[in-house]
């Protein structure tokens, strides 16, 4: 156990040694050895800790030397760089995150999309790319499915005849009720169906939302639950980072893994997965509730392999993702 005065010391050993007069909390318990539980048992508060050092307390903003963010001019000149480093007639925007460290938004921010960044680059899309398919693509794709059929196709007949998957649809509108208001909209306005026909399915999705199970008000004085699972001797779904840990350490061995450490910086975990001839590989493994969760934490995409996961929910994401939700319905 540390005392007051020895974690005080180990901060100015560590600050001394980097030639800051400011710590994070997070390179403290990296670099320092102590966990969060001995820390807070002595502090209350980690500027607490900082002042007593004789540090600059960090505010709101974080680390003084982060970057708030990149410019146009920034993003162009790393574009121009990896592709001179790759020796590549073309830059795939997957290669590009990965060897940038950084997720899709910032390109999505100031350029619109990739193809616009790729164009303002001076460079050609590469050969391979998936352009975003316009949305009226999918209700034309809609109404000829209907017009295979003969009527409005349900869930089950257009995931059967439709040229996309269904879990395209679902990622643009959310999900496929949301889906068909919009398609028989487009459908009305362009007359792909009669007005009569359409107002009358519009009125049955209305009615079908309204028939649903009532919800409630969560109470406060007590923990909300995920849907009922029971899965492995888990009654419920995670509802955050922490279930997800447990469920993967349930799962692990049945995924192919072993894992070697897990700890509280990033990445949380690392662990040994099983190749082809009994061979072995180390990996490095992020936990997040949501895929997504890992730009809102502003991980650096290159130190990491691995996001383990309850929901996927990033599309385009550059890295392998293992959505729990999705083996646990493989699995019945």
Not at 252 to 258: A, H, K, R, V, Y
Not at 287 to 309: A, K, L, T
Request: hydrophobic share 35%.
């Amino acid at each position: 156990m540390h005392t007051r005065n020895e974690i005080v010391n180990i901060i100015k050993q560590i600050a001394d040694k980097d030639g800051n007069n400011w710590m994070t909390f997070k390179e403290f318990i990296k670099r320092s050895g102590i966990s969060r539980k001995t820390f807070f048992k002595t502090f209350e508060k980690w500027n607490d800790a900082v002042r007593e050092a004789g540090l600059q307390p960090l505010d709101e903003k974080g680390r003084p030397d982060s970057k708030k963010g990149y410019s146009k001019e920034d993003l162009i000149n790393k574009a121009k760089k990896i592709k001179e480093k790759l020796k590549a007639v073309y830059i795939s925007q997957i290669d590009f995150l990965k060897e940038a460290g950084i997720s899709e938004r910032p390109i999505n921010r100031l350029f619109g999309n990739w193809e616009n960044f790729i164009k303002e680059v001076g460079f050609e899309l590469h050969p391979m790319h998936k352009k975003k398919i316009p949305d009226e693509k999918f209700y034309q794709e809609y109404f000829r499915v209907k017009d295979l059929l003969g009527r409005l196709p349900k869930y089950q007949e257009l995931a059967r005849e439709s040229t996309y998957s269904i879990g395209a649809y679902e990622n643009r509108f959310g999900n496929f009720t949301e889906f068909k208001k919009c398609a028989i909209q487009y459908g009305i306005h362009n007359n792909l169906i009669k007005p009569m026909i359409g107002e009358k399915e519009m009125a049955k999705l209305r009615t079908k939302e309204k028939d649903t199970i009532p919800f409630y008000k969560a109470l406060n004085d007590r923990p909300v639950l995920g849907e009922n699972i029971n899965f492995h001797g888990l009654l419920h779904a995670p509802v955050n980072e922490i279930g997800v840990v447990y469920l993967f350490g349930t799962l692990s061995e049945e995924l192919g893994f072993f894992v070697e450490s897990i700890q509280a910086g990033f990445p949380d975990c690392e662990a040994k997965r099983k190749l082809k001839n009994n061979q072995w590989q180390r990996v490095r493994i992020e936990f997040e509730f949501r895929s997504s969760h890992f730009i809102d934490h502003q991980h650096n995409i290159s130190g990491c392999d691995i996001i383990v996961c309850w929901e996927h929910n990033w599309h385009d994401c550059p890295l392998e993702v293992i959505a729990l939700k999705e083996y646990i319905k493989k699995k019945g």
